[in-house]
């Protein structure tokens, strides 16, 4: 989740990228991560963000860093898609960069 309080939660770039991680090697679900940062972000209670599957399906992104981690040899995979306004690259090493396009276009 993204806090002011928490090290591994630091902005990319001038307020418009944000960086936040997850553990690949543990139950830690790249999916719960994304919208707990993203409700962070916007300070809204999770529950009131429109539904993941509505950008990309939970289980399929889930599944993903899953297999890429059970896989030595099958390197470090990144997958992009837009989220409640945030452009979101999750990859499969634990690291989530959630980048704000309005922000980028305004400097």
């Given amino acids: 989740m993204v806090s002011a309080d928490d090290d591994t939660d630091t902005p990319a770039s001038a307020d418009s990228s944000y960086v936040t991680t997850f553990d690949p090697s543990t139950d830690d679900q790249p999916s719960e991560r994304v919208v707990s940062a993203v409700a962070s972000l916007r300070d809204e209670d999770p529950l009131e963000?429109?539904?993941l599957y509505d950008a990309v399906e939970p289980e399929a992104l889930d599944a993903l860093v899953?297999?890429?981690?059970?896989?030595?040899?099958?390197?470090?995979h990144?997958?992009?898609?837009?989220?409640?306004?945030?452009?979101?690259?999750?990859?499969?090493?634990?690291q989530i960069e959630i980048v704000d396009p309005t922000a980028e276009s305004a400097t």
Wanted: a negative charge; hydrophobic letters at 35%.
């Fill in 78 to 94: 990144r997958l992009w898609f837009a989220y409640e306004g945030f452009d979101i690259g999750v990859q499969s090493d634990g």
């Fill in 49 to 51: 963000l429109s539904p």
């Fill in 66 to 76: 899953d297999h890429a981690n059970r896989v030595d040899e099958a390197g470090t």
